[in-house]
């Protein structure tokens, strides 16, 4: 694609996208104001945006008096964004540069598999999803991981729940099959993206609690991820339970919380004391070896033990997240992951029991929920990062004079390590 926008032009662009895309100024108007533009340059510029198909027109804003002006929004049906989010049931989309999933497929490659399966399941999911897509276009990748993610070389750092993926490129392996800029991210904090940006009203931090096979956090802070100096924040699963017991986890230290709250904690201990406590689940451990669908089961069943083992797993979650409570004072705590799957049991002791754990004025005005995005927030959220790096200022500067991202990979992931 060829632009006609010259490198002048995108100083002032790269001013005035942002603004619209976060909503900040979303009238000609606004922008004048938001930027001391004049009105003749932000209407030349704006008129740009829209022939290049990055802005468009919204309808009219509403006013109480005098000539309403017209609204601007990001243009999100003019290119596609590609979204991975590995884990234990891996998925690829394809969406619109405003996050929303056009198509999806699950991957039938685990973790396991090691990174080359792996990606290379994911290369062909994105070229099944592209076919069934009628636009083509590809402005970005955004890939979501269970693991710490290196700030600067989007590597995978001793990811306790991603055996052989230590030091992985997954940015690299992929560049081979698309010439598109790509980001790879911790899945809980995509999660946390994707959760803030689509809530009614997105005006508080938000701190988004992941339980699942492996337990993690993310933290949006001033409408922005919270990754800490090097990309390790949030990583709750391995910080000492309260319980205090001293059972080997999968990172190599003993007495983490995932070894008492994480869902592959719950079925061991289930399996541990079933044979003496739980005639539901020794029924199945005589056949095979139990799942975390038989938790379902067995809280469904009313089985006591289960019942016990997944109150103590909630609880042990709460107490942790309170400190981070007390000292970060979010608005709002959302628990998603596959603890959410089990019947309303995990999350509801979760609820009760952390502001009883949390000082009176972080409490008032707290919010704690469920996920509310049918498990499709990695997805959702990986698709957002990307966009969110293609429209900030420096991204502009680099990529408007081209005409598109495409081709400009390189120095659009040197952004990202500066």
Known sequence: MTSDITPQDAVVLSRLIPLVVGGTATTR????????????VVSDRIRQAMDAG??????????ERGRAPRLLRLAEGTAVILAAHLGRESAVAVCDLGGRILRTESLAATLEDGPQAVIAEVVDGFERVLRKTANRTVWGIGIAVPGPVDVASHRLVQPASMPGW????????????????I?????????????YRTAPAPDRDLLYVKVGTSIGSGMISGGRIHRGAGGAAGEIGHVRARSGEERLCRCGLVGCLETVAAGWAIVERLTERAPAESTFLSDILRTRPLQIDDVIGAIDADDALTLSVVDRAATEVAE???????????????LGGGATRLRGRYFSTFESSLPTRIV???ARSMTVRAASLDFREGLIGAALLASDHLFARD???TWLPHG???????????LTAA
Do not use: K, Y
């Open 166 to 181: 230590d030091d992985v490129d997954v940015r690299n392996l992929l560049r081979a099959s698309f010439d598109a800029p």
């Open 395 to 397: 991204a502009l500067l």
């Open 320 to 334: 942790a997240v309170a400190d981070i409570v007390n000292f970060a004072n979010p608005g709002t705590v959302v």
């Open 404 to 414: 598109s991202p495409s081709g400009q990979a390189t120095r659009l992931h040197r």
């Open 360 to 362: 009176p004025l972080a």
């Open 29 to 40: 108007p606004a922008l004048e104001v938001a930027t001391g533009l004049g009105r003749r």
């Open 54 to 63: 990055i802005l468009e027109d919204a309808g009219i804003a509403a006013v």
């Open 183 to 195: 980001w790879v991210e911790n899945d809980a904090n995509v999660m946390a993206l994707a959760e």
